[in-house]
């Protein structure tokens, strides 16, 4: 009781004594407290005190307590608790013993510890994410509304009564996992959980807690706080799918798709990129610079022209024609499409491009010309054809005419005579005239003959039996390859007779000083194919698109009209084949007749 002040007033509530603590409580000396009247000093009426010991039941010898404030001055005020005990003396007179004590700081101390419960439960109360307090055993001790809500429950004694583990986790499994981890880390944080509602709804939650201990360090239950991200799930979700999407979007397409940043580092290398270059993805991404995909110069201007706007507007690159380099060095014509892209403050964060391989379209573009240029040759050649025809027409009667009387003077001339040289020499370039008027008929109209099966390479090793003694004169070397499965073709035995010779002697001719004659068979697809290579002087490049016309021909010497490759051409057109050439002037010239299987 050394704190206590003490007083002890008699029956009329005189003060008979005071100790030094009483006159510091009330702020007076201990001379001024004796002789007042105990209960005006403290403010209070003795009436009060006589009430609550009844209500009480309290009577001499007991001790009532009263909290109370006791003005000291004005304006200080001082909490007190004040206790009187009434008690009797031998003579059975009453004293009354009373205890001050100051409890200004304990009042304050209780006030300050009472507000901050309150922000606490306020507190509490309105944080958005679900706050707990549970036992080990599975029971929540407290919780906040938002982890109600969360639960999908409205009643809080109810939601305190559930079962943890059976109730919210929707495999109770996880709990005893969280209980493990916790309780060997002292804590957990965001850890992942599924809990379901009330309703059976499945939700996500981020789990963040510690353990708390009793005074021998038992753990005796958690505290902590669950934040609902099943939106922001469903959403990583919703952009995860987006995200492959986009991807899958990207990987589909045929076109090849580059992205790189303003540093240039690629960062997306789509499937038609890799078929377009030779490159991997995984070979490029991170590694190879923009720059080397382009040959040289290339990319520098590409964004020199995105950021100008007279190439498809500012950030945009309408399709052009250029080249880009593959994995082997090689220049590949595309068609590209660029733009920026630009971050949410405007300012470039990438570019990307659209690579077309030009390749497929531009092969078109050449069967497509070729067909025309061979449409022209096919109408040229019809035209000439009706012309030539009336031509030997005309001219074939008078020369058969001029041929019989010819050999009717033959017979009158003596061997010896000059004039029968002369007339023989006559004789001969007559038969020549007549071989040109049978090939411009030929030409005009070729002879439709009976298709049968034919064995090419049979046929080949004959001719080139036939004309191997004329070969041989001309120093020239067959050389032979002749595909042994090679099926048969439907044609005409002696019009391909007449192209196979026709082709020989130009080969020939081409060699004038010898060299060799290559000759093979093979099969493409559903195509018989013939080789025929030869090591001659070649045609210039002006005249290898001619060489099929009629009346054309590459001899310096006229040894004839120029109908024979065009013949030869028309022959194996009517059979539904083609013939092409390839030559290179000084080197040789290479043809291939294709004919339907």
């Known amino acids: ?30 001379d001024q407290i004796l002789g007042r009247e105990f209960f005006s ?55 009354t013993y009373a205890y001050l004590r100051d409890i200004t700081e304990r009042k304050k101390f209780e006030r300050e510890l009472r507000e901050s419960e309150e922000k606490f439960r306020n507190l509490f109360e309105r944080v958005q994410h679900g706050l707990f307090i549970s036992t080990k055993k599975g029971r929540f001790i407290d919780c906040n509304q938002a982890l109600m809500e969360m639960a999908g429950y409205d009643d809080k004694e109810e939601f305190l009564k559930i079962d943890i583990p059976r109730d919210l986790y929707v495999n109770s499994e996880d709990r005893r996992k969280f209980q493990k981890l916790i309780e060997e880390q002292g ?25 708390k201990r009793d005074e021998k360090g038992e753990v005796i239950g958690y505290e902590g706080l669950n934040i609902d991200i099943s939106d922001r799930k469903r959403m990583e979700g919703e952009l995860r799918e987006a995200n492959e999407f986009f991807m899958n979007l990207i990987e589909s397409s045929v076109d090849g798709i580059i992205a ?3 540093k240039g580092n690629i960062i997306i290398f789509n499937k038609g990129a890799e ?10 991404i991170g590694k190879i610079h923009i720059t080397q995909i382009y040959p040289e110069g290339i990319a520098k201007e590409i964004m020199r022209k995105l950021r100008s706007p007279e190439y498809g507007g500012t950030g945009k690159f309408t399709p052009t ?43 078109m573009e050449k069967e497509i010309q070729e067909f025309q240029q061979a449409l022209l040759l096919s109408e040229k050649l019809a035209a000439m054809g009706r012309l030539t025809s009336q031509i030997a027409h005309e001219l074939n009667n008078p020369i058969y005419g001029i041929m019989n009387t010819l050999d009717l003077l033959k017979t009158e001339i003596p061997p010896e005579s000059k004039r029968r040289r002369i007339l023989e020499l006559s004789l001969s370039e007559t038969h020549r005239l007549a071989e040109m008027l049978r090939n411009m008929l030929s030409f005009s109209k070729p002879e439709e003959e009976v298709r049968r099966p034919v064995n090419l390479n049979e046929l080949l090793e004959g001719i080139l039996l036939m004309v191997d003694k004329q070969m041989q004169e001309a120093n020239v070397k067959v050389k032979t390859y002749f595909d042994e499965k090679m099926p048969q073709v439907m044609a005409s035995t002696n019009q391909m007779r007449q192209v196979m010779l026709n082709m020989f002697k130009n080969a020939k001719e081409a060699m004038p000083k010898g060299g060799i004659l290559t000759v093979g068979t093979g099969r493409e697809k559903n195509k018989a194919v013939i080789h025929i290579r030869d090591t001659g002087m070649g045609i210039p490049e002006e005249s290898r698109d001619k060489i099929f016309e009629a009346f054309f021909t590459t001899k310096q010497k006229v040894k004839g009209v120029g109908l024979g490759l065009s013949v030869c051409y028309g022959i194996i057109k009517s059979h539904g084949g083609e013939i092409k050439v390839e030559s290179e002037e000084g080197k040789g010239t290479y043809f291939t007749i294709s004919l339907p299987i």
């Open 321 to 363: 024609q250029l080249n880009v380099v593959n994995n082997h060095e090689e220049e590949i014509p595309i068609q590209l499409s660029a733009a920026l892209i630009y971050d949410g403050t405007g300012k470039e964060a990438a570019s990307v491009g659209i690579f077309t391989d030009l390749r497929p379209r531009l092969k």
């Open 260 to 262: 790189a940043d303003m």
């Open 275 to 284: 078929a377009l270059t030779g490159y991997t993805a995984e070979e490029v």
């Open 187 to 211: 804590f957990v944080k965001d850890l992942e959980m599924e809990f379901k509602k009330k309703s059976g709804e499945k939700i996500t939650v981020l789990l963040t807690a510690h353990v």
């Open 41 to 95: 000093l403290i403010g209070k009426r003795d009436e009060e005190f006589l009430e609550e010991m009844v209500m009480r039941g309290e009577g001499i010898g007991q001790k009532v307590c009263i909290e109370m404030p006791i003005q000291i001055s004005p304006g200080q005020t001082k909490e007190t608790e004040v206790c009187i005990a009434p008690t009797r003396s031998d003579n059975g007179l009453i004293k």
């Open 1 to 30: 009781m050394g704190e206590d002040g003490i007083i002890v007033f008699d029956e009329e509530s005189r003060i008979e004594f005071a100790n030094q603590m009483a006159g510091e409580i009330l702020g007076i000396s201990k």
